[in-house]
């Protein structure tokens, strides 16, 4: 499956703060010719399963012991006590699963802009996230429904 649209774009970046556009800017007759083969076309996968093997359990006990001591997340199997020691990398791969969002507590409430398939809904989602999204490209947001997730479709 091709990950990335037809065509060819540059990107302008502001030195002082970071900001980016494309150029040529896609229009809205043109942004859906952008997405039409898009990654987030395929299914989210099974996110937040319950792991099937113990190595995956353990990996999954380690990941959610990390989360819960950064983030103030009440997930398990963990614990309130961060590993000992985690690589950067791993950190950093935790922090992402969670969008780096800190959880404030039972009913917290998250929209997820431009959603895609819905994968990083069904992370939050699994963390104790109320995850609802929109999606601009209606396959995508028809996978992200597939997966039992409050998509609309549109801007």
């Not at 990335?4 to 859906?32: F, K, M, Q």
Request: positive net charge; glycine residues 10%; proline residues 6%.
């Amino acid at each position: 499956m091709e990950l990335s649209p037809p065509g060819e774009w540059t990107l302008y970046r502001c030195t002082a703060c970071g900001t980016g556009y494309l150029d040529p800017r896609p229009t809205a007759a043109t942004i859906e010719l952008a997405y039409s083969t898009y990654y987030t076309h395929a299914s989210a996968g099974d996110v937040g399963a319950r792991p099937r093997s113990w190595w995956r359990h353990r990996r999954t006990a380690q990941r959610n012991a990390y989360l819960n001591a950064r983030y103030n997340y009440q997930i398990s199997p963990g614990g309130n006590r961060s590993p000992r020691w985690l690589s950067a990398e791993r950190q950093q791969r935790f922090d992402k699963f969670v969008c780096f969002l800190r959880y404030p507590g039972k009913g917290a409430r998250v929209l997820d802009i431009g959603c895609g398939n819905g994968r990083v809904m069904m992370q939050l989602r699994s963390v104790g996230w109320e995850v609802s999204g929109i999606e601009p490209d209606p396959k995508s947001a028809a996978r992200a429904r597939e997966a039992g997730l409050d998509v609309r479709t549109g801007l």
